[in-house]
């Protein structure tokens, strides 16, 4: 197995322009999330999935558009990319969400907006 | 809204030594708390976790210890080496969402 994995991992965007990060997973995992993590701000949820076709927010969700058409892929795009949105991106899956079931998380994608 | 306040946000301890981090949660009714461990530049990954019906759980030199009253959860590291040397979260679950809410995460520093 692959288990989680993201590309891009490095990517610089200037203000204004769009991208979509991906993601994807071959455990057959029904849950799946999206992350950033900035300096002494731990993690923080983007969006996420508990299966195909449905998805919610999370925390920060603004400036952010996921789907979720497969069980494997859960693709984030950035609408409109601005310097806030700079952080390491990190996606993530586990069988089931609050079990005792392991969360896997992908290697991350560093994204610099200028 | 629901938070996790992890503290201290650093910690040097010799190694041989015991490091403890806690976290404390707002939702009375969280009931699953992960911790994970996340070296430099790499992904975190699960080191322990603990169900709100279970006071403690050990692995090896890892424990993690549940008091539900106070709404506090810590992880114990004991006999620390070099390799323990990262940064930790801890997260706790959102009653009635799917969602985790994460700590802001402590950087553990073993000194040889």
């Known amino acids: 197995n692959a288990g989680v994995t993201q590309t891009p991992k490095f990517q610089v965007l200037k203000t204004g322009q769009s991208m979509t990060l991906q993601c994807a997973q071959d455990?057959?995992?029904?849950?799946m999330s999206w992350y950033r993590q900035d300096p002494g701000m731990g993690l923080r949820l983007i969006h996420y999935?508990?299966?195909?076709?449905?998805?919610d927010q999370g925390e920060v969700p603004n400036g952010y558009n996921v789907s979720r058409s497969t069980t494997e892929d859960f693709p984030l795009r950035l609408l409109s990319a601005a310097p806030s949105q700079t952080s390491v991106y990190f996606c993530?899956?586990?069988?089931?969400?609050?079990?005792?079931?392991?969360?896997?998380f992908g290697p991350g994608t560093r994204l610099t907006v200028l | 809204g629901e938070n996790v306040e992890q503290h201290p946000s650093t910690l040097s301890v010799q190694e041989g030594d015991s490091a403890v981090i806690k976290c404390t949660y707002s939702?009375?009714?969280?009931?699953?708390f992960p911790w994970y461990k996340q070296e430099l530049g790499k992904r975190p990954q699960l080191i322990i976790d603990?169900?709100?019906?279970?006071g403690e759980k050990k692995d090896q030199r890892i424990a993690v210890t549940l008091n539900k009253t106070a709404k506090h959860f810590s992880l114990h590291i004991t006999e620390t080496q070099p390799e323990d040397s990262a940064v930790y979260f801890c997260a706790a679950s959102i009653t009635g969402t799917y969602k985790y809410i994460f700590g802001t995460g402590t950087r553990l520093k073993v000194l040889a």
């Open positions: 999935s508990v299966g195909a076709g449905i998805t």
């Open positions: 993530a899956s586990s069988y089931a969400f609050g079990s005792t079931d392991t969360q896997y």
């Open positions: 455990m057959n995992h029904e849950y």
């Open positions: 603990i169900r709100s019906n279970v």
């Open positions: 939702d009375s009714a969280s009931n699953y």
